[in-house]
């Protein structure tokens, strides 16, 4: 049985930083690219940043420069440093095993003065 399970999100005021993290257990973690998406109300979830097993890295131009994804693939972990945040970045953080069919419940990112 696959899991994934997002955590970290929370409130943050313009600027701040917040770090996400994401287990998932029930695949052969360190072989997949895993991938962060992220859903606002109202919009498409989107893709955040991407991770291969290979250690490569790719992110939206929205949050270039201020994300870095990461993993730990002894603990099965995803993680995503989140920098100098924006009112934008508000939104339900999702993580994902690339090509694969399974998400988590989410995290949520709210940021507010």
């Known amino acids: 049985q696959v899991r994934v399970v997002e955590s970290g999100g929370n409130l943050v005021q313009p600027g701040g930083s917040l770090r996400l993290s994401c287990t998932v257990s029930?695949?052969?973690?360190?072989?997949?690219?895993m991938d962060w998406y992220r859903q606002a109300p109202g919009k498409q979830r989107e893709l955040v940043a991407a991770i291969t097993s290979g250690g490569s890295t790719n992110y939206a131009d929205s949050v270039k420069g201020r994300f870095a994804i990461s993993r730990d693939n002894a603990r099965n972990r995803l993680y995503l440093q989140m920098n100098s945040l924006k009112l934008e970045d508000a939104a339900v953080y999702y993580c994902?095993?690339?090509?694969?069919?399974?998400w988590g419940q989410g995290t949520q990112v709210t940021v507010s003065s």
């Open positions: 029930g695949i052969n973690f360190k072989i997949y690219q």
């Open positions: 994902k095993p690339d090509s694969l069919p399974y």
